[in-house]
Structure formats: C-alpha cells, structure tokens
C-alpha cells in the first residue's frame, strides 16, 4: 500500500524493515514491532479526514487492532489527505490529543544549494552502521537534549535507542545513511540527520543541533551535504524533508531549494 501523499509514503519508507502495514476498510494498520513506543511507527491511517462521530469510531478501531500489543499504550492517527483537516479539532483535540500539523517540502537532487552562510568550520561525515558506536551515541544523547520536555528522559532515551537502531538496519541495507557535523576542534557532535533513500526518495529524519552550536550555519551545512551525499551514494533523485508548521526551520529548508509541497495533519494522545 503507498500512500498518495508522499508524506505519508515516506513516512512508511522510514519505519523499521520488520513494520507490519494491513489494509482495512478505509484505513491502513500500521505496526513497527521492534518499537512499540513510536507513536507516528504505530497507529491507523485513514483515506480520510475525520468526521462527526469519529472520534470514538476511530478509538474503537485502534482498541482493536491493537489488543494484542499493550506496550502501545498511545493512540495515533493519519489520514491520507493533505491540507484538510476535517471535524480534527471537535472529535479529538477537544479530548486530549494533540493536533500535528507539519509541511512537507520536496527538493530534486540537484536543486539543493548551499546556504551564503553555511558553516565551514565543521566536518560533515556518514556514520559507519557497523561501528562508530560512541558517535551513535553522541546521537542518541542529541535528541534526547532535544525531546520535548513532556517525556521522561529514561523512557525518550529508550524510544531513540531503538529507533535508531532500526535506521541502522535501513542503512546497513544500503537504503541510506546518518550523518553528523563534527567540531574540527573538538570533535563533539554539533548537529546530525538521518537520511533513508527507498525508490528514490530520501526522507530526512531528525534534524538536530546541540544548543552550544545553534545559529552557526552549521545545519544547513549538513543538510546540504548530505542531500548530495544521498543522491551520489544511494540513488535520492528526490528529497523530503518534514517540520513543524510553526516551526522557524521551514523558512532554513526553503532557502536550501525546498518547496513546501503539502501540509499534512495527525493526532496523537501519549
């Protein structure tokens, strides 16, 4: 099953290579075993937005596909429609969840272009997925700096190691790369992505810079190198990449040659 937003496809293009995607009647499971705690790895993904009624129809559904499984303890959903958001806001926002609405913004490979400002003084690099394990875990403690202060930074710390540890597998499949911008002088981890590259798509994953390093050019510098570093090694004729409708980064992605493709909405309650 491949979405029609390409969000959504990449998004699925990303997930674990054990992820177990079924097809009902008018939405789709999916599951990422090896990472029961992912809220957008595990949820129900509906052709459509939802309606009057849906909010305790569509609860139902999850309750039932998911009975099996009690590390689920979230409820996510998706719909497979950009830029409508439907009866969102009264069906779920009203009662708990929270309402994600993000931009997609799509780059051909060659239309990604450096930044006037990009920073220099770093040293962009792949990540070996056999090795290189104490940069790994540079990474791991990055985002879990970065994680939303709502979650426990034990349990963040556990949702990362395992999802990065099922990235590792994409790339040690050859369907991509993590990448890190290093401190010439130190050697500390300054920012770092994912990219995953599946039929020619690659999907950036979790770009972030430490606090130390914001405002430096520094991210740029890596999103640009490695979008050519995917399409030289792995194939990426196009790139997406993902943010926060509010989020400032949107306007950083436009000026490296993004162009905002869809909006994309999901709801979630942890």
């Not at 990065?164 to 401190?183: N, S």
């Not at 992505?193 to 130390?212: H, L, P, S």
């Amino acid at each position: 099953m491949t979405p029609a937003s390409l969000v959504r496809a990449t998004d699925l293009d990303t997930l674990p290579l054990d992820r177990v995607v079924a097809r009902r009647d008018g939405y789709t499971v999916v599951r990422s075993p090896s990472n029961p705690s992912h809220y957008w790895g595990n949820l129900l993904l509906f052709d459509e937005p939802p309606g009057d009624g849906d909010g305790e129809r569509w609860e139902a559904l999850f309750e039932g596909e998911f009975r099996d499984e009690p590390r689920v303890a979230h409820r996510t959903f998706a719909w497979d429609r950009a830029g409508v958001v439907g009866r969102a806001r009264e069906e779920f926002v009203s009662r708990g969840y929270e309402l994600d609405e993000s931009i997609g913004l799509v780059a051909a490979a060659g239309e990604v272009r450096a930044h006037p400002r990009e920073n220099r003084d770093v040293a962009v690099r792949a990540l070996d997925p056999h090795g290189d394990e104490a940069l790994w875990r540079a990474v791991i403690e990055l985002q879990v700096d970065g994680r939303d202060r709502g979650h426990d930074e034990a349990d963040y710390r556990s949702f990362t190691h395992a999802r990065l540890a099922d990235r590792r597998a994409h790339f040690r499949a050859g369907r991509g790369a993590w990448y890190v911008a290093l401190d010439r002088a130190t050697g500390a981890v300054a920012a770092s992505c994912g990219v995953v590259v599946a039929d020619g798509r690659g999907r950036f994953q979790v770009v972030d810079t430490a606090d130390a390093y914001r405002r430096r050019g520094i991210a740029s510098r890596l999103i640009v190198d490695a979008a050519a570093d995917a399409a030289r090694s792995y194939g990426a004729r196009q790139l997406v990449i993902v943010a926060d409708a509010a989020y400032h980064a949107v306007s950083l992605y436009e000026s490296l040659g993004f162009v905002r493709t869809e909006r994309v909405f999901g709801l979630c309650r942890w």
